[in-house]
């Protein structure tokens, strides 16, 4: 069975200060997708990114930032410089052809970037 | 439209009462998920269909929910006797490929008095 586990709860920064996010993931299968979702106050839940097992080429957009390292079955997801508007939760979600590729996500963290 | 439309957007019910939520996803998108988010909690999976295969209802809490998807496209979750914890926000999505991201509505808010 797969599973993805975000062990931080809630993460509280000032703004511009760098923020990473933790998501450990498990699953037998060797073909797998990775994803990483973000719902901001407003409520709609906003894809952010998706990866795939045998991609482990590191990815930038703009001030985020993803890692994956399969060693550690992580995808890590940081946001550089912080702003208010980064507030929000951010879900780290796992999809194995085990589930039929059925998307799995972790409990959350909720960021909170303060003036 | 372009997004997974969900209706209605708020829903006030008495306990005892069946509520249908309904879910419009992205025309020709083959999977459809259902999730349900308590306040300040995070997404519950309740049930997923993928195509023509049987759908995943491993989620669902208990008999008294239950989903269909007429068509492959317009999904409709119905429960039926609701209780007071089953206030949430009932969330629908779709995506084109099994392996492909997933699109959410803006979610239904269902409150049981």
Redesign the interface.
């Known amino acids: 069975a797969q599973k993805v586990t975000q062990a931080q709860t809630e993460i509280s920064v000032v703004e511009k200060e760098d923020v990473t996010l933790d998501c450990v993931y498990e699953t037998r299968d060797t073909t797998y ?1 990775l ?1 990483w ?1 973000k719902q901001p106050p407003s ?5 952010l990114i ?1 990866r ?1 097992s045998f991609d482990e080429q590191n990815e930038i957009s703009g001030r985020y930032s993803w890692n994956f390292q399969k060693s550690t079955s992580s995808f890590n997801f940081t946001i550089t410089a912080s702003q208010v508007v980064d507030s929000a939760v951010y ?1 780290c979600a796992l ?1 194995v052809i085990e ?10 963290t909720t960021v909170t970037v303060r003036a | 439209g372009a997004g997974v439309s969900q209706s209605p957007s708020n829903k006030v019910t008495e306990k005892g009462k069946d509520v249908e939520l309904r879910c419009d996803p992205i025309s020709g998108h083959t999977a459809l998920y259902w999730y349900r988010q308590s306040l300040g909690q995070g997404l519950e999976f309740l049930i997923y269909f993928q195509g023509n295969s049987a759908p995943d209802k491993s989620g669902l809490p208990s008999d008294r929910f239950s989903a269909e998807r007429t068509g492959g496209s317009v999904s409709t979750l119905t429960i039926q006797r609701t209780q007071q914890e089953d206030s949430a926000v009932y969330l629908c999505a779709s995506s084109s490929r099994r392996y492909s991201e997933a699109f959410f509505g803006q979610g239904t808010r269902l409150t049981v008095v």
């Not at chain 1, 589930?99 to 959350?108: P, V």
């Open positions: 997708y994803f979702y409520g709609e839940l906003v894809f998706r795939n879900f999809s589930g039929d590729y059925k998307l799995s996500f972790g409990a959350g």
